[in-house]
């Protein structure tokens, strides 16, 4: 179940408790129905090759047989790999390396970034029973404050909380995270002309986001089928660029079956959120994954989650009412779903659903009220 009890939790460092004799904290044991099994199958994601949309060529047959093949797997999964994608690898690689940086920082260190509740960016372990086996840094992004004021959001955060000697921290995520902005905002203009939306709908809807960077840290786990790294889940954002490394342990249920995605080396992960699902009034669909961890090596991935800005009432375009029908989600806000998501629900296969069931039981409440008065 989901409900978040936000118990205290003394603070994480795997490798004290990897270097404990007796098994891993039980606080880190998943139920026996979500223990990783061992016998995964690859998924095959369709591979988007995404340079010749970008540079505005126009080869017909390329670009539909692309549409073609990304909105197979939308409809099916939700997840595809972009390549030439048009990150330099130097940013990539300076990410990378910033993100490694910090995890093997002093936990007081780290602890000056912590997360309060109720907030986006922030140092944490985890606060959930059925704990993950993880340690994360999460930035907010607000493409908005730097188009209308030219605030840096990520760079602002890093020099607040983690104050001198850390700048580079600042300066290297808040790079990566721009050049997620754009690569995103191309990959949801694709999306919605693979739907037949006019070209700059979906651009122009996420112009102004308000998104997540979150970079992610698996430790080694001495007993790694007893535990996860990330529980299963759907991303409630809108769509996800993820890039994991060598090591591997992301996997996605498919058809009844946790599949796994291999890493690929330089190429991006993308996966469909719930907001964009509700955005294309189901069509294009959010799928349940988790990340397994790993008895000898550490982990990492940064994710990049794109969101609509705060505000902006998510309900789908009419072309897509005409082809699907019947709305199968009611009207809301990012900032509702993530209030959701963050004081009420923990994230799992069903957070669309009971969001909106919960919309819409708040929907009858509020108009009984109004009645009222
Ligand atoms: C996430 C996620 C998977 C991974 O952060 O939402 O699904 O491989 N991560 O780290
Ligand atoms: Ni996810």
Same mark, same amino acid.
């Given at each position: 179940?989901?409900?978040?009890?936000?118990?205290?939790?003394?603070?994480?460092?795997?490798?004290?408790?990897?270097?404990?004799?007796?098994?891993?904290?039980?606080?880190?044991?998943?139920?026996?129905?979500?223990?990783?099994?061992?016998?995964?199958?690859?998924?095959?994601?369709?591979?988007?090759?995404?340079?010749?949309?970008?540079?505005?060529?126009?080869?017909?047959?390329?670009?539909?047989?692309?549409?073609?093949?990304? !909105? *197979? &797997?939308?409809?099916?999964?939700?997840?595809?790999?972009?390549?030439?994608? =048009?990150?330099?690898? @130097? %940013?990539?690689? /300076?990410?990378?390396?910033?993100?490694?940086?910090?995890?093997?920082?002093?936990?007081?260190?780290?602890?000056?970034?912590?997360?309060?509740?109720?907030?986006?960016?922030?140092?944490?372990?985890?606060?959930?029973?059925?704990?993950?086996?993880?340690?994360?840094?999460?930035?907010?992004?607000?493409?908005?404050?730097?188009?209308?004021?030219?605030?840096?959001?990520?760079?602002?955060?890093?020099?607040?909380?983690?104050?001198?000697?850390?700048?580079?921290?600042?300066?290297?995520?808040?790079?990566? !995270? *721009? &050049?997620?902005?754009?690569?995103?905002?191309?990959?949801?203009?694709?999306? =919605?002309?693979?739907? @037949? %939306?006019?070209? /700059?709908?979906?651009?122009?809807?996420?112009?102004?986001?308000?998104?997540?960077?979150?970079?992610?840290?698996?430790?080694?786990?001495?007993?790694?089928?007893?535990?996860?790294?990330?529980?299963?889940?759907?991303?409630?954002?809108?769509?996800?660029?993820?890039?994991?490394?060598?090591?591997?342990?992301?996997?996605?249920?498919?058809?009844?079956?946790?599949?796994?995605?291999?890493?690929?080396?330089?190429?991006?992960?993308?996966?469909?959120?719930?907001?964009?699902?509700?955005?294309?009034?189901?069509?294009?669909?959010?799928?349940?994954?988790?990340?397994?961890?790993?008895?000898?090596?550490?982990?990492?991935?940064?994710?990049?989650?794109?969101?609509?800005?705060?505000?902006?009432?998510?309900?789908?375009?009419?072309?897509?009412?005409?082809?699907?029908?019947?709305?199968?989600?009611?009207?809301?806000?990012?900032?509702?779903?993530?209030?959701?998501?963050?004081?009420?629900?923990?994230?799992?296969?069903?957070?669309?659903?009971?969001?909106?069931?919960?919309?819409?039981?708040?929907?009858?409440?509020?108009?009984?009220?109004?009645?009222?008065?």
């Amino acid at each position: 179940m989901s409900s978040i009890t936000n118990l205290p939790h003394p603070g994480f460092d795997a490798k004290v408790v990897n270097n404990q004799p007796s098994n891993i904290p039980s606080e880190y044991v998943w139920s026996d129905e979500d223990k990783p099994s061992t016998d995964i199958k690859e998924l095959q994601v369709p591979i988007l090759d995404i340079s010749s949309f970008l540079s505005g060529q126009d080869d017909h047959v390329a670009t539909s047989q692309a549409f073609r093949l990304v !909105s *197979e &797997a939308a409809k099916l999964h939700g997840f595809f790999l972009v390549t030439n994608h =048009g990150v330099q690898e @130097g %940013i990539l690689a /300076r990410a990378y390396k910033c993100m490694g940086t910090f995890f093997d920082l002093p936990a007081s260190e780290k602890q000056k970034a912590k997360r309060k509740w109720g907030e986006i960016s922030g140092y944490a372990d985890s606060f959930y029973s059925e704990l993950p086996w993880k340690e994360t840094l999460t930035f907010r992004f607000s493409a908005e404050e730097k188009l209308r004021s030219g605030t840096e959001t990520v760079k602002d955060y890093v020099s607040k909380t983690m104050g001198d000697g850390n700048e580079e921290f600042g300066t290297v995520f808040h790079e990566y !995270s *721009e &050049a997620m902005n754009t690569l995103s905002l191309n990959i949801i203009e694709f999306l =919605g002309m693979s739907l @037949g %939306i006019e070209r /700059r709908y979906m651009r122009e809807f996420y112009r102004d986001n308000d998104s997540i960077l979150r970079l992610n840290y698996y430790p080694p786990c001495k007993q790694p089928n007893h535990t996860l790294g990330t529980g299963p889940h759907t991303d409630p954002t809108s769509l996800t660029i993820l890039y994991q490394d060598h090591v591997g342990g992301l996997q996605v249920f498919v058809e009844n079956q946790w599949r796994s995605i291999a890493p690929k080396p330089q190429s991006f992960v993308v996966n469909i959120g719930d907001t964009f699902m509700a955005l294309t009034n189901g069509i294009y669909r959010s799928c349940l994954h988790r990340a397994v961890v790993n008895k000898e090596r550490e982990r990492k991935s940064l994710a990049f989650f794109l969101c609509p800005q705060m505000d902006k009432v998510v309900k789908p375009p009419k072309e897509l009412l005409e082809v699907s029908g019947q709305r199968l989600y009611p009207n809301f806000t990012w900032s509702m779903f993530l209030e959701f998501t963050q004081k009420h629900y923990r994230s799992d296969k069903n957070t669309l659903q009971k969001f909106s069931d919960w919309l819409r039981s708040k929907e009858v409440i509020d108009n009984k009220l109004a009645g009222q008065s």
